[in-house]
C-alpha cells in the first residue's frame, strides 16, 4: 500500500469509525443504565435521516434542518422509550433485547409503508460534498465534517457526564443502580436523558450516513447498529470511552480489511471482522477498556 | 461507566421468570382434557388454514367482461432487501391488468392479479406461490425479480404444472428448472456479452471490475462479461476484481483501491444492483476515477440519476429495449403508466412486471384455455411478441427470448440510447 | 440421545404411581397427531401440507434452541449457522450428481461430486442426510463451543451470533462448494410429514430426556445460580458443551428437512430473519418449557399465513396500490411486545403443558420450581454493580 493510499483509507476509516462511534455511544449509554441492546437504535438512526430528508424537501436551510430532525428523532427517541421499554423495565436480558429486535421491525416495516422502498437521494448541501487534495491525498469534505462533528458532540458530552449533576447521576446509575436509587437519583430521569441523548447522536449519525453514501431508505439501520453493537462489545458493554474506542478500531479494521484482503477474499470481510471479534471475547471479554472481568467458566 | 453482565442478573432474570409462572399445579384430569384438545383442535386447525383469503377482487369490470375472473397470481418481495425492484415489477403488473380489464379482458373474461408478498425470503415464498398455486388455483403466475427467489418459485410451479413467467430473473439457470418456467429478460449472458464487444469498439482494453457479492444476477453478469471480456476476439485484460456485500452502501476502500492502480484501467465494469449503483458512480468519481463506469441492467432506474447526480454523466449500460428510443410498444407503456401514476415508469422493472402479465394473457388467449399445458405450449410458440421491453420470441427448445440488447448512455442526467443490438458469440449459459 | 448415560427418571417406587395414566395420554396424543397426520397427508394440498410440515420443522429446531439456551440460560444467537450447515450438507449429499455438475461446483471433493442417492429410497437418503447434517453440525459446534461455552451472558449471544455471521459468510462466499449467494436448488422434495413429525417427536423426546436426567439438571443448576451450582460440584462447562452440541446435533439434523421441503438453499434464508424468528418462538412459549416451543413454533409458522389475508385487504385508489404489505409483520412485533410487557415469562415461562408427568415421575421437579427463586429482582439492581464491587 502506498503512503497516499494509505492516507486516503486513514481519512476514511476515521470517517466511518466517527458514525460507528456517534451510534455505539447512544447504545452503550442506555445499555449501561438498562442492560438493553436498544436494535431499534438504527431505525432512530434512520428516522432521523428520513427526518431531514423532509425538512429540506420543505426549502429550510441545512443547520436549521439538522436541529429539527434531531429534535423530531429526540421526541420518537422517547416516545419508544414511553411505549415499548417502560413498560418492561427490569425484565430479563433477553427479554430487552428481543422486545427491542421487535421495536426494531415494527418501525422499519411501518417506515417501509410510510416512505416506501426506493432509497431517496439525500440532500447533502454541496458546500460539503467538495473533494479537497492535500500533498496528493484526497479527502472528501463530508469525512471532514464527519470527524469534525464527532468529535465536537463526544467532547461536549465527556463535558455533560463528568460536569452536571444529571450527567453524574447518569454515570452513578450505570455504575450501581439500585445504590444511585438509594441516593434519591430518579431512574425515570436517567432512562429518559439517555434516549434522549442518545436518540439525538443517532440522528446527527443518520444525516452524516445519508451524507456519507448519498442515499437513504428504511432498512438503512440495520448495518450501522449491527456495527455500532461490535464496537460497543469491542469497547467493552457499556463503557461510553471503549465504545468509542471499538468504533474506531472497526472503522479502521474495515477499511483496511478490504485493502489488504486480495480481491477474492475480500468478500470475508465480516467473517474476519467476526472472527476477531470472537477472539477478542475469549480472550478479553471485558473488551478493550473495560476494568471488571465478567464471569467466566 | 464500564459495568459487565454476569450470571448473577441471569439468576434474577431467571428468577422472575419462575416467580411470575402462573401458578395451580394441573390436575392430571385438566392435562387429559388439554391433550384432547389438541387432538380434537387439529382438524379445526386444518380448516381454519384452508381460510383462503379472498379480497381483491373489486376491480370495476367492464360490461363486455363476464363470468368468473381469471386468476393470475402475482408472487413479489414488497417488503425486505428485494423491495426496491419487486414493488415497480408490481405497480407494471397491476398497470397490465386494469388495462386487460378496461379492454377485452382474457378469454372475453374479467383478469385478478392476487398478489402476495414473499418478504424477501426463500421460505415465505415458497409459501405464497403454494397458497397461488394450490390453495387460490390461479391459472398462471408473473413475478418475482431475483435469480434466488425465481428458482424457488418456479420449481413451485413446475411442480404442479403451472405455467410461470419470469420478471426479473436473468440467470438462464432458471428454465432448466422445467417446461412451464419461461422468461420475460434475456439471459446475462447476452448483456454481458453485448457489454464486453462495446468495450472492445470502444477501444476500452483494460478493465476493473467490482461486483455485488450478494446477488445472484450481479455474479453472474459480472462472470459472464468478465468470461467474454477475456475472449481472444477481444482480448481484454480484468485487472482487477474486487467485491461488496449486499447492503452496503459505503464504497470508498474499494474505490480507493481501483484509484490505486497504475496505469489506470480504460473502464471500470461494475456489475450492481439498482439500489446501489447511484451511490457507487458517486463515490467513484469523488473518489477521482474519472474513466467509463459500464454495467448491466440493474442500472436500469432513476435511483442512477437521482443518488449519482452529475457523475452519473458518462455511465454506459445495457438494457431492456423498448422505453428508450422510439419502439411503439415501449412508448405506449410510458404514456399509459404516466396516465395511471402520475409519474413516468421509475422502473424497467416496471416494464419488465407489464410484459409478464401481457404476454401471460396474450398466451392464454392463443391458447383458448386455461390449462395449464395449452398455455405452456402457447407460450412457447410466442413469435415476435411486441412487449415494452422488446421484441420475445422463443426459440424452439430455448425459454429465455432472443432479445436485442438496448446500450444505453448518461448525457447530462438522461438516458440516451447508443444503438440496440444482437452480440457476435453469446458466452454459453 | 443415547449418548446420555441418564438414570432413569424417578427409577423409585413413586413413579409407578402415575406412569401409567402418563403413558396413556402420550398414547392418545400421539395417536390423534397420527391420525391428524393421516387425514392431512391425504387431503390437503400441497401449500396446507407445507405449513404443517414447517410446523413440526420449526418445533424441532425451537426445541434445540431450548436446549441450548433455555436449559442452561446461555444464549445462542448462532442457532440458524447450524441450521445451515445441515441443510447445505443435505443438499449436497441428495442432490443428482448430473445437476450438481451442471451447477459447476468445482470446489466439491470428486467423492461428494459423484456421490449419488438418486437410486435410494426417498425417505432413507432423506434420513440419511439428516443423520450426516447432525453429525456435522455436531461436529462444528464441538469445535467452537469448546471456547465460547466458556462465555456467559450477553457476551455468549454476541459471540454466537458472529459465528451466525461467519457462517453466512461462508456459505456466501465458498462459490465452489455453496455457489455463493445463488444457493443450491433443485433439491428433490423428499420431506413429508412423516419425517418432519418423526424428527420433532425426537427432538421433543431427546430434550426431555436431557430434562429429566442429571444433565438436565446440572443445566437448571447453572443457569439458576452458577456459583451454587459449582459448589455442588456441577462441571457447568461440560453440561453446557452437552447442551450446545446437542441443540446442534437436532438443528443439524432439521435442515436437510427444510432443504427438501423448500426445494433449495441459500444464505439469506438462514440469516437474522429467521434467527429472530426462532427466538421469538421459543422466547413466546417460554424460555426453558420445551412444549412453550412447540406452541411458540406452531404461532410463528402459522400467524403469517393468517395475516396474509390482512395485507391485500385495502384497495385505495384506482390502482389499488394502497395494499398494506408489512403490516403483517407490525402487527406480530406489537403482538410480541405486547406478550413482553403482559407476559414476560412467556406462555408457560419454564413449565410443560404435561408438568404433572415430570412431576410425578421425578420428585426433583418441584425443588427446581420452588426452591431456586431468589427475591432479587432482575437486571436493573443486579448487573451494574459488580464491576464496582469485585
Known amino acids: 500500500m502506498s503512503a497516499s493510499e494509505f492516507g486516503q483509507q486513514f481519512v476514511n476509516a476515521l470517517g466511518l469509525g466517527s458514525i460507528y462511534a456517534l451510534v455505539a455511544i447512544g447504545l452503550a449509554m442506555v445499555f449501561g443504565i438498562l442492560r438493553l441492546i436498544n436494535f431499534a437504535h438504527g431505525e432512530v438512526l434512520m428516522l432521523g435521516a428520513f427526518a431531514a430528508y423532509y425538512f429540506a424537501a420543505a426549502g429550510l436551510p441545512f443547520l436549521v434542518v439538522v436541529l429539527l430532525a434531531v429534535l423530531t428523532t429526540v421526541a420518537i427517541g422517547l416516545l419508544m422509550e414511553r411505549v415499548a421499554y417502560r413498560g418492561i423495565r427490569g425484565a430479563p436480558d433477553v427479554a430487552l433485547l428481543l422486545t427491542s429486535l421487535a421495536v426494531s421491525i415494527a418501525l422499519q416495516n411501518g417506515a417501509l409503508l410510510a416512505f416506501d422502498a426506493q432509497p431517496k437521494p439525500f440532500p447533502t448541501p454541496a458546500a460539503i460534498q467538495e473533494q479537497l487534495t492535500v500533498g496528493g491525498i484526497q479527502i472528501s469534505v463530508t469525512n471532514l465534517v464527519t470527524v469534525g462533528v464527532a468529535l465536537l458532540l463526544m467532547a461536549l458530552l465527556t463535558l455533560f457526564v463528568t460536569r452536571t449533576r444529571l450527567g453524574t447521576a447518569m454515570r452513578a446509575t450505570a455504575e450501581n443502580a439500585m445504590a444511585a436509587q438509594l441516593m434519591g437519583i430518579n431512574l425515570s430521569t436517567v432512562i429518559v436523558a439517555a434516549f434522549a441523548i442518545g436518540s439525538a447522536l443517532a440522528a446527527v449519525a443518520g444525516i452524516l450516513w445519508g451524507a456519507r453514501v448519498g442515499r437513504i431508505e428504511p432498512l438503512m439501520g440495520f448495518i450501522p447498529v449491527l456495527k455500532a453493537f461490535v464496537a460497543t462489545v469491542i469497547g467493552g458493554f457499556g463503557s461510553i470511552p471503549g465504545a468509542v474506542v471499538g468504533a474506531y478500531l472497526l472503522g479502521f479494521g474495515e477499511i483496511y480489511l478490504v485493502a489488504l484482503l486480495p480481491g477474492e477474499l475480500s468478500g470475508y470481510r465480516d467473517a474476519f471482522v467476526f472472527a476477531a471479534l470472537i477472539v477478542i471475547l475469549l480472550f478479553r471479554p471485558q473488551g478493550i477498556l473495560g476494568s471488571s472481568e465478567p464471569e467466566k467458566i | 461507566m464500564s459495568k459487565s453482565p454476569n450470571e448473577s442478573s441471569l439468576v434474577g432474570a431467571v428468577s422472575a421468570q419462575v416467580r411470575e409462572a402462573p401458578g395451580g399445579r394441573l390436575t392430571r384430569r385438566v392435562i387429559l382434557r388439554r391433550g384432547a384438545a389438541i387432538g380434537v383442535s387439529a382438524p379445526l386447525l386444518a380448516a381454519a388454514i384452508s381460510r383462503a383469503p379472498r379480497a381483491a377482487a373489486r376491480q370495476e369490470t367492464p360490461n363486455a367482461l363476464s363470468g368468473e375472473p381469471v386468476v393470475i ?85 413446475q411442480d404442479n404444472g403451472v405455467p410461470y413467467l419470469d420478471v426479473g430473473g ?48 450481479t455474479k453472474f453478469l459480472a462472470q459472464y462479461f468478465a468470461d467474454r471480456f477475456d475472449d481472444d476476439d477481444i482480448g481484454g485484460e480484468i485487472v482487477s476484481t474486487l467485491n461488496y456485500g449486499m447492503g452496503d452502501t459505503d464504497f470508498s476502500g474499494q474505490l480507493t483501491e481501483f484509484k490505486n492502480l497504475a496505469p489506470q484501467p480504460d473502464v471500470l465494469f461494475i456489475s450492481a444492483g439498482p439500489d446501489e449503483i447511484g451511490t457507487i458512480v458517486a463515490q467513484a468519481r469523488a473518489a477521482g476515477l474519472t474513466m467509463p463506469i459500464l454495467g448491466g441492467d440493474g442500472y436500469d432506474t432513476p435511483l442512477l440519476t437521482e443518488l449519482g447526480g452529475p457523475a452519473a454523466n458518462g455511465v454506459f449500460f ?69 412487449g415494452a421491453t422488446g421484441q420475445i420470441s422463443y426459440e424452439e427448445g430455448s425459454r429465455i427470448p432472443s432479445k436485442s440488447v438496448a446500450i444505453v448512455e448518461v448525457r447530462d442526467l438522461k438516458p440516451t440510447l447508443l444503438k440496440v443490438v444482437v452480440p457476435k458469440t453469446v458466452a454459453p449459459a | 440421545m443415547a449418548s446420555v448415560p441418564s438414570v432413569r427418571p424417578g427409577a423409585t417406587a413413586s413413579r409407578h404411581r402415575g406412569a401409567v395414566p402418563a403413558l396413556a395420554a402420550v398414547a392418545l396424543a400421539l395417536t390423534l397427531l397420527a391420525v391428524f397426520l393421516a387425514y392431512a397427508d391425504a387431503s390437503f394440498n400441497g401449500y396446507r401440507l407445507q405449513i404443517v410440515t414447517l410446523v413440526a420443522i420449526n418445533a424441532t429446531i425451537a426445541v434445540a434452541l431450548t436446549l441450548t439456551s433455555g436449559f442452561t440460560g446461555v444464549f445462542s444467537l448462532g442457532q440458524i449457522g447450524f441450521l445451515a450447515i445441515g441443510a447445505y450438507v443435505g443438499a449436497l449429499l441428495n442432490l443428482a450428481p448430473q445437476w450438481k455438475s451442471e451447477m459447476f461446483l468445482p470446489g466439491l471433493p470428486g467423492w461428494l461430486a459423484a456421490f449419488d442417492t438418486t437410486g435410494w429410497h426417498p425417505q432413507v437418503a432423506l434420513l440419511f442426510a439428516c443423520l450426516v447434517g447432525g453429525i456435522v453440525a455436531a461436529t462444528v459446534a464441538t469445535l467452537v463451543g469448546m471456547p465460547l461455552m466458556r462465555l456467559s451472558g450477553h457476551y455468549v449471544a454476541v459471540a454466537t451470533m458472529g459465528f451466525l455471521i461467519i457462517v453466512h459468510s461462508v456459505a456466501n462466499n465458498w462459490s465452489g462448494v455453496t455457489r455463493g449467494a445463488r444457493g443450491l436448488s433443485q433439491i428433490p422434495s423428499y420431506t413429508n410429514v412423516w419425517a418432519a413429525y418423526g424428527c420433532a417427536l425426537v427432538a421433543i423426546y431427546a430434550a426431555w430426556r436431557l430434562r429429566v436426567s442429571p444433565y438436565g439438571r446440572a443445566m437448571i443448576a447453572s443457569r439458576e445460580n452458577l456459583i451454587a451450582a459449582r459448589a455442588v460440584g456441577v462441571n457447568v462447562h461440560r453440561s453446557r458443551m452437552i447442551a450446545f452440541v446437542v441443540g446442534a446435533f437436532l438443528t443439524g439434523a432439521a435442515g436437510p428437512l427444510l432443504a427438501h421441503q423448500i426445494g433449495s438453499v441459500a444464505p439469506s434464508a438462514y440469516y437474522f430473519t429467521t434467527t429472530f424468528n426462532v427466538v421469538i418462538m421459543v422466547v413466546l412459549g417460554g424460555m426453558g418449557s420445551i412444549s412453550g416451543a412447540v406452541l411458540g413454533a406452531a404461532i410463528m409458522t402459522l400467524a403469517p399465513e393468517y395475516l396474509r389475508g390482512v395485507e391485500d385487504g385495502m384497495d385505495l385508489g384506482p390502482l389499488s396500490f394502497g395494499a398494506l404489505f408489512g403490516l403483517s409483520q407490525i402487527i406480530l412485533a406489537i403482538a410480541f411486545i405486547l406478550v413482553m410487557i403482559f407476559r414476560p415469562q412467556g406462555f408457560f415461562g419454564d413449565r410443560e403443558l404435561g408438568l404433572g408427568l415430570l412431576r410425578r415421575r421425578g420428585p426433583r421437579q418441584d425443588g427446581d420450581e420452588a426452591e431456586v427463586t431468589p427475591t432479587l429482582a432482575p437486571g436493573l439492581d443486579v448487573g451494574p454493580g459488580d464491576g464496582a464491587s469485585r
Open chain 2, 73 to 157: 397470481g402475482a408472487p413479489y418481495n414488497l417488503t425486505g432487501a428485494l423491495a426496491s425492484l419487486d414493488n415497480p415489477a408490481r405497480d407494471g403488473s397491476q398497470l397490465a391488468v386494469d388495462e386487460l380489464n378496461a379492454g377485452g379482458g382474457i378469454l372475453g373474461r374479467p383478469v385478478e392479479l392476487r398478489i402476495y408478498d414473499g418478504k424477501s425470503d426463500v421460505t415465505t415464498v415458497t409459501n405464497i406461490v403454494r397458497q397461488l398455486v394450490e390453495e387460490d388455483q390461479v391459472s398462471a403466475l408473473v413475478g418475482l425479480t431475483d435469480t434466488s427467489y425465481v428458482l424457488a418459485a418456479a420449481q413451485v410451479a
Open chain 2, 170 to 217: 436473468t440467470a438462464p439457470i432458471i428454465t432448466s428448472v422445467g417446461d412451464y418456467v419461461f422468461m420475460i429478460p434475456f439471459g446475462d449472458n447476452v448483456q454481458a456479452s453485448v457489454a464486453a464487444e462495446f468495450a472492445q469498439e470502444q477501444g476500452w482494453s483494460t478493465c476493473a471490475l467490482l461486483l455485488n457479492e450478494g446477488m445472484d444476477y
Open chain 2, 318 to 386: 445495457t438494457t431492456h429495449q423498448g422505453i428508450y428510443g422510439d419502439d411503439p410498444a415501449g412508448q405506449q407503456f410510458t404514456a399509459a403508466f404516466q396516465e395511471k401514476t402520475g409519474q413516468a415508469p421509475n422502473s424497467v422493472f416496471a416494464a419488465l412486471g407489464y410484459d409478464g402479465v401481457r404476454l401471460m394473457a396474450d398466451a392464454i388467449n392463443r391458447a383458448g384455455a386455461l390449462d395449464g399445458d395449452k398455455v405452456r405450449d402457447a407460450l412457447a410458440a410466442t413469435q415476435g411478441y411486441a
